[in-house]
């Protein structure tokens, strides 16, 4: 299984700065085969970010990712208070599908 | 309108069984594979499975074959997810989620806790 390393584990920033979540995978995944999810306490996952860069219906232009082979990064420009949340990637190029383990950003 | 709702939370005992359902509305049923995520308190989501609701083909992840069955009733358009032989490491919420034209899981459910204690 592709095994997707995230980091920080933790992101300690306040409302205007900038995040930056970087995703590292095990091994080569296709650029239209990645994608990012955000997850507030007590919700479902939302998506995010697909194919890398694209971001899904109603997602805010301060979200953007990008990234290649086996490197990838989600970066939130101008962070929101609705913004402080969890994210995972998410790989599902070679089966079966896989998240990391989730990145923190908090206030 | 768009969504997926799931059944209410389960308690269990070790070595039961456990079946969430998924009804779905406001799209072609038939159209978008489910697929079924869980999550464990504090880690990332799990992927389990998959069902194509049009023609019942089934693929399951290789930790869960053997445990998981996942079907479908088009009728009443709604997935279900059925976990057996549970113990504490089935403790966890368990979602559904659609899967759009391009692989992205754009649609999820609201998440059923599952608790599996003795």
């Known amino acids: 299984d592709i095994v997707l390393t995230q980091s920080p584990g933790t992101l300690s920033l306040s409302p205007g700065e900038t995040a930056t979540l970087s995703c590292r995978a095990s091994?080569?995944?296709?650029?239209?085969?990645l994608a990012w999810y955000q997850q507030r306490p007590g919700q479902a996952p939302r998506l995010l970010i697909s194919g890398t860069s694209s971001r899904a219906t109603g997602i805010p232009d301060r979200f953007s990712g990008g990234g290649s082979g086996t490197d990838f990064t989600l970066t939130i420009s101008r962070l929101e208070p609705e913004d402080f949340a969890v994210y995972y990637c998410?790989?599902?190029?070679?089966?079966?599908?896989?998240f990391g383990q989730g990145t923190k950003v908090e206030i | 309108q768009v969504q997926l709702v799931q059944s209410g939370a389960e308690v269990k005992k070790p070595g039961a069984s456990v079946k969430v359902s998924c009804r779905t509305s406001g799209y072609r049923f038939t159209a978008y594979y489910l697929h079924w995520v869980r999550q464990a308190p504090g880690q990332g989501p799990e992927w389990m499975g998959r069902i194509h609701p049009n023609s019942g083909d089934t693929k399951y992840g290789q930790k869960f074959q053997g445990r998981v069955t996942m079907t479908r009733d088009t009728s009443i358009t709604t997935g279900y997810m059925e976990l057996s032989n549970l113990t504490s490491d089935d403790t966890a919420i368990y979602y559904c989620?659609?899967?759009?034209?391009?692989?992205?899981?754009?649609?999820w459910g609201q998440g059923t806790q599952v608790t599996v204690s003795s």
């Open positions: 989620a659609r899967d759009d034209p391009y692989g992205d899981l754009d649609l």
């Open positions: 998410q790989q599902y190029h070679i089966p079966p599908r896989t």
């Open positions: 091994q080569f995944v296709r650029l239209s085969h």
